[in-house]
């Protein structure tokens, strides 16, 4: 995909998450468990995604998505299901704002990590700079809300 569709993509993206959190809190407010919430999310995800599939690739996208099946493939569900529960957690406790910046943060920082070991070398001065900048913003962020 060309950079220059990526980036509008990746800001709406990140506008929407902001939303689904609000949403996804506002329904965690009206049911019993935040448990409620999760699988009303991960319903709605799921039977969007078969239907698009099924769309696309007709029966035989369901067979082979069913081939591809692995214990280990469960990993980013779960690890998504991990993210948004997170979030959840972090909008009702300490707020959008708060919970946004320890989240990009910690992604950022990680994904430095992983990038390094990838590439077995170290970012670039800029990049270092913007990730202790960032990290700056989320503790005066946190300092703040405190």
Known sequence: ??????????????????????????ITQSVSTVLITLAINSAVGLVLLLASLLARKGLAG???????????????????????????????????AATIAVLVASQLLTGMVVQMRQTHALPDVSALLGAVLLMAGVVLILRARA
Do not use: D, H, R, T
């Open 1 to 26: 995909m060309n950079a220059f569709l990526v980036f509008p993509l990746l800001v709406a993206a990140g506008v929407a998450l902001v939303f689904q959190n609000l949403l996804m809190v506002k």
């Open 62 to 96: 369901l067979g082979e998505m069913v081939q591809a099946m692995q214990p280990w493939l469960l990993l980013p569900g779960l690890l998504g299901s991990f993210f948004v529960f997170a979030g959840i957690m972090g909008y009702q406790s300490i707020g959008a």
